[in-house]
């Protein structure tokens, strides 16, 4: 069985001798009675997923089936490529990854729930962009993905990835501290310094409502998705240069679940709070809904 605390599973990977990957590689394989050859061909098509949603909006104008969003992808990359940008051109490669699964979902497309289909646009950007940069191979990228995995299970053991009981630091929170950790170690770094990464991402978003437009996934969930992916990646660098979260992982997930419990109904992906009960974002819904 999966480990509960984040703290445990610092321990048993530093027993071991062992990366948060390769642990979460071994509970699968333990958990789904497979063999390893096909616990990783499955993430691998999780990763295949992942890259062709991440891409597709990049190259094409993909827009939602309401019109809310659509585009912006596209526009980000042609704006990267042009090399005059102030955050330069891996970060906005990057930021135009999350755009693209972001609207590739909104638009009723095929993407991975990472770990949620609100919040699916930042794992892969994150750790595409990280993989890219860092010259990983396939199989790299896929350990990754079972660091995130790992730390997302602990989440949701702890506290819960869904908007509805958590706001959006429960969905783009803890895609986006699944993110770091993976980079992390995909910068060599050790688990607890993965964790670290982890909890310093979910302070950074601790509070974060859910107040979707119209109720639907799009306005402002995508560049939600932007902001998770530039905290998850400026987070990995802070905590390789040797800093660490002065709270633990462990009781930063405590504190979002807490939050998260003492949010009102109507900042819980309900559309009745924050940005979604604007007089434009009101405007938008009656002309969608045609009411």
């Not at 071994?26 to 098509?45: A, C, F, G, P, T």
């Not at 596209?74 to 699964?101: C, D, H, P, V, W």
């Not at 079972?146 to 509805?164: E, R, S, Y």
Request: proline share 3%; net charge neutral; hydrophobic share 45%.
């Amino acid at each position: 069985m999966f480990v509960s605390t984040g703290k445990e599973l610092i321990e048993i990977c530093n027993q071991q001798n062992i990366s948060i990957w390769e642990y979460t590689i071994i509970q699968e394989i333990e958990k789904s009675e497979s063999n390893h050859q096909s616990v990783i061909n499955k993430m691998r098509s999780t990763l295949h997923v992942m890259m062709n949603s991440s891409t597709y909006a990049q190259e094409n104008q993909v827009h939602s089936v309401s019109g809310l969003i659509g585009g912006d992808a596209y526009k980000i990359r042609q704006y990267a490529n042009k090399n005059n940008t102030l955050t330069g051109e891996f970060m906005n490669r990057a930021m135009a990854r999350a755009l693209s699964s972001s609207e590739v979902n909104a638009a009723m497309g095929r993407i991975a729930a990472c770990p949620t289909a609100g919040s699916c646009g930042i794992l892969p950007a994150v750790v595409l962009s990280a993989g890219e940069k860092l010259n990983k191979s396939e199989d790299e990228l896929i350990n990754a993905l079972f660091t995130a995995a790992g730390v997302g299970i602990i989440i949701a053991k702890n506290a819960t990835l869904a908007g509805a009981e958590g706001g959006c630091q429960a969905e783009c929170g803890s895609a986006a501290a699944m993110a770091s950790a993976a980079v992390v170690e995909m910068m060599g770094g050790r688990p607890e310094q993965a964790l670290s990464a982890a909890a310093i991402v979910i302070k950074n978003i601790l509070g974060l409502v859910c107040d979707p437009v119209a109720g639907l996934v799009e306005v402002p969930c995508a560049k939600r998705n932007i902001a998770g992916t530039v905290s998850a990646l400026t987070t990995a660098d802070l905590v390789m240069s040797g800093i660490y979260s002065k709270i633990p992982f462990d009781e930063v997930v405590w504190a979002m679940h807490k939050v998260g419990k003492q949010m009102p109904s109507e900042l819980r992906e309900t559309a009745l709070g924050g940005v979604a009960i604007t007089p434009t974002a009101l405007k938008y819904k009656k002309e969608i809904f045609k009411d």
